[in-house]
C-alpha cells in the first residue's frame, strides 16, 4: 500500500488543509456568532468527523485504482474522474459555508454531493465492494450536514425560527 495508498488517503484531506489555512480568520468570528444548534457537533467533532471521512473515502479511491490496475489509463477515468468532482464540491462547499457565508449556496452544493457519493458508490462496486460500502459513512456524514446547513440557512431566512437561549423569555 505505501506511498500510492498514503498519496491516495491524503489527497483528499489537501482540499479542507488549503481552505482552513487560507481561510481561518474569516471563519472564527462568523462560526462563533451563529446561535448553536442542541444536536451539532462542536467543532473539533466536525473536524475529527471530517477528517476520518475524507481519509476512508481516499483509501476506498485506492482499492479502485489498484484494482483496475493502477496507473491513470482510460478504465480508471469514470471511477477516479467522478471521485475527483466530488472533492472539488466537497471543498467547494467548505469556501461557500466558512467563507462566503452563503449556507443557501452551500446546501444545494451538498445535495449535487450527495448524488455524486451515490453515483460514485454504485460505480465502484463493481470494480470492488469494499470501496463502496466505505462510502456510506459519508453518505450518512452528509445527511448529518446537509441538516445543519439547511437550519443555517432557513435561519438566516427566517430569524424568528433561530432557537432562542434558555436565559432569554421570547414573548
Same mark, same amino acid.
Given at each position: 500500500?505505501? @506511498?500510492?495508498?498514503?498519496a491516495f488517503v491524503a489527497l483528499?484531506?489537501?482540499?479542507? %488543509?488549503?481552505?482552513?489555512? #487560507?481561510?481561518?480568520? *474569516?471563519?472564527?468570528?462568523?462560526?462563533?456568532? +451563529?446561535?448553536?444548534?442542541?444536536?451539532? @457537533?462542536?467543532?473539533?467533532?466536525? +473536524?475529527?468527523?471530517?477528517?476520518? =471521512? &475524507?481519509?476512508?473515502?481516499? &483509501?476506498?479511491? &485506492?482499492?479502485?485504482?489498484?484494482?483496475?490496475?493502477?496507473?491513470?489509463?482510460?478504465?480508471?477515468?469514470?471511477?477516479?474522474?467522478? !471521485?475527483?468532482?466530488?472533492l472539488a464540491i466537497s471543498w $467547494?462547499?467548505? =469556501?461557500?459555508?466558512?467563507?462566503?457565508? %452563503?449556507?443557501?449556496?452551500?446546501?444545494?452544493? #451538498?445535495?449535487?454531493?450527495?448524488?455524486?457519493?451515490?453515483? %460514485?458508490?454504485? =460505480?465502484?462496486?463493481?470494480?470492488?465492494?469494499?470501496?463502496?460500502?466505505?462510502?456510506?459513512? &459519508?453518505?450518512?456524514?452528509?445527511?448529518?450536514?446537509?441538516?445543519?446547513? !439547511?437550519?443555517?440557512?432557513?435561519?438566516? #431566512?427566517?430569524?424568528?425560527?433561530?432557537?432562542?437561549? $434558555? *436565559?432569554?423569555?421570547?414573548?
Amino acid at each position: 500500500m505505501w @506511498p500510492q495508498g498514503a498519496a491516495f488517503v491524503a489527497l483528499p484531506l489537501l482540499g479542507p %488543509t488549503l481552505v482552513w489555512l #487560507l481561510t481561518h480568520h *474569516w471563519m472564527s468570528g462568523w462560526c462563533d456568532s +451563529l446561535r448553536k444548534l442542541p444536536w451539532c @457537533p462542536s467543532h473539533r467533532v466536525l +473536524l475529527l468527523v471530517w477528517t476520518a =471521512i &475524507y481519509s476512508i473515502a481516499g &483509501y476506498a479511491s &485506492y482499492l479502485v485504482w489498484k484494482d483496475l490496475g493502477g496507473g491513470f489509463g482510460r478504465p480508471l477515468a469514470l471511477p477516479l474522474g467522478l !471521485y475527483a468532482v466530488q472533492l472539488a464540491i466537497s471543498w $467547494t462547499v467548505l =469556501i461557500l459555508l466558512f467563507t462566503a457565508h %452563503t449556507p443557501g449556496l452551500a446546501l444545494l452544493h #451538498l445535495l449535487l454531493l450527495f448524488g455524486l457519493v451515490v453515483s %460514485t458508490a454504485l =460505480i465502484w462496486h463493481p470494480i470492488n465492494k469494499l470501496a463502496a460500502l466505505l462510502l456510506l459513512p &459519508y453518505l450518512a456524514w452528509l445527511t448529518v450536514v446537509s441538516s445543519i446547513t !439547511y437550519r443555517l440557512w432557513r435561519d438566516s #431566512l427566517c430569524p424568528e425560527h433561530q432557537p432562542q437561549p $434558555t *436565559w432569554e423569555k421570547s414573548d
